[in-house]
Nanobody, 115 residues
Framework: QVQLVESGGGLVQPGESLRLSCAAS????????MAWYRQAPGRQREFVAS???????TYADSVKGRFTISRDNTKNTVYLQMNSLAREDTAVYYC?????????WGQGTQVTVSS
């Protein structure tokens, strides 16, 4: 079955960086478009970034220029490099893949930006 496992979250100060990882199994990873979403307390889950099978990337306006999504098909892993983190980036970050029109999500990883 499809399994997505995120890691790399934590507590950082404003301006610092984190790199999230999402290890995927149960899919043909190199043929899968991947995405990151996030959900802050009391808010709806929102799109953060996506990467296609040919590594074409899309970003939410709120993270453009600060976040970078990438993939390593040899490791079945998608990454989210987050720089210049701000308090507004505090959220649970989820990895996402759509397979046979079904959305799959990981368990999420908490990112907290606070001084």
């Amino acid at each position: 079955q499809v399994q997505l496992v995120e890691s790399g979250g934590g507590l950082v100060q404003p301006g610092e960086s984190l790199r999230l990882s999402c290890a995927a199994s149960g899919i043909i990873f190199r043929l899968s478009n991947m995405a990151w979403y996030r959900q802050a307390p009391g808010r709806q889950r929102e799109f953060v970034a996506s990467i296609t099978t040919i590594s074409r990337t899309t970003y939410a306006d709120s993270v453009k220029g600060r976040f970078t999504i990438s993939r390593d098909n040899t490791k079945n892993t998608v990454y989210l490099q987050m720089n210049s983190l701000a308090r507004e980036d505090t959220a649970v970050y989820y990895c996402n893949v759509v397979r046979n029109r079904v959305n799959y999500w990981g368990q999420g990883t908490q990112v907290t930006v606070s001084s």
